[in-house]
């Protein structure tokens, strides 16, 4: 697939160096949860999801914590039913006695980021190489869910800032017409995790369990979970990923040792998926849960308790 284009950011001028800040928001902090259930890459299949929802519906109990492993937009045809489904079941598990709003988390993929981004094209150094980059991801059909013409669009990045500027501030208010989800897609978060807020969740990956800087640490000694979309680059902390979490997923299933104090790693989406692969690959600290869902594939989800083992699991 290949890292993205360069793109512009409107806070980032000529001979001027932006820090970019990692704060807390960024990341979902899950506690010490009695469950967490976490479904993989959905990629715009809402008649899947319908099957997994039901499931989780049965199963579901005060204590437990939902976590979407992003990319849940994407290839498929029916984006603006798959997050009208997402919100319909946000509201039906929050009905439950016990329940709170960060008991549901959406973590950010490969495909929120390039929506994100292409709202921002007119912002790119050269905004038709970034379209035309992710046509060829998968970004079309959420483009024309939300009313945007891909013609006009070329015409825009061809016309300069303002005529492209233009065509995005169009896709944001389409998007804006859908009842609840611009404020789903403001609420992504980079990664989740279990154990509580030990200390900063500035850490740096030790790989002995002896972190406590680390999100996830316990002072009791116990191991944690971190979830993410795609991956994480092991030589970097938590809070320097970066886009390593929607982007770097090549050395995932090659990590051997904890990261920092999370005994468990688990991701929703395989960049070098094929259907050759399993839909679930376990191994000795990773779990990848991508069974190619949109892809030809099956839309997978997991259930773990808060140290990382998998108590359950189903596809559709």
Known sequence: MGLPPRLGHPARHAGTIVAAVEDDSRFASLGRPRRVW??????????RLDVIHHAIAQRFRPGDR??????M???????????????????????????????????????????????QL???????????WML?????????????????????????????????????QS???????????????????????????????????TDDATPGASSRGGGSLLLVSAGIDPRRPLTGQGDAFWWGGAAFARLEQPYGNFRRLVRGYNPL????DPSVNVGPVTVTLDGGCGRGGHLVCACFDSFGEMLDLFQV
């Open 273 to 276: 998926w094929s259907p050759e």
């Open 175 to 209: 998007m804006a017409a859908h009842p609840g989800h611009e404020a789903l897609f403001n609420a992504l978060r980079r990664a989740a995790y279990t154990g509580g807020p030990v200390g900063s969740p500035i850490g740096t990956p030790g790989g002995d369990g």
């Open 66 to 71: 939902l976590v979407y492993l992003g990319n």
């Open 73 to 119: 937009i994407g290839f498929g045809d029916e984006v603006v039913e798959t997050i009208d489904r997402l919100l319909a079941f946000r509201i039906a598990l929050l009905a439950m006695p016990g329940m709170i709003a960060s008991d549901i988390v959406y973590l950010r993929g490969q495909q929120e980021e390039m929506w994100q981004k292409l709202q």
């Open 122 to 132: 007119h912002f790119a150094p050269d905004p038709r190489t970034v379209l035309d």
């Open 38 to 47: 976490a479904i993989g890459a959905i990629h715009a299949q809402p008649d």
């Open 136 to 172: 060829r991801q998968g970004v079309a059909p959420t483009l024309a869910a939300y009313g945007g013409n891909l013609e006009a669009g070329m015409a825009a990045a061809r016309g300069g800032a303002v005529m492209l500027g233009r065509w995005t501030r169009e896709l944001r």
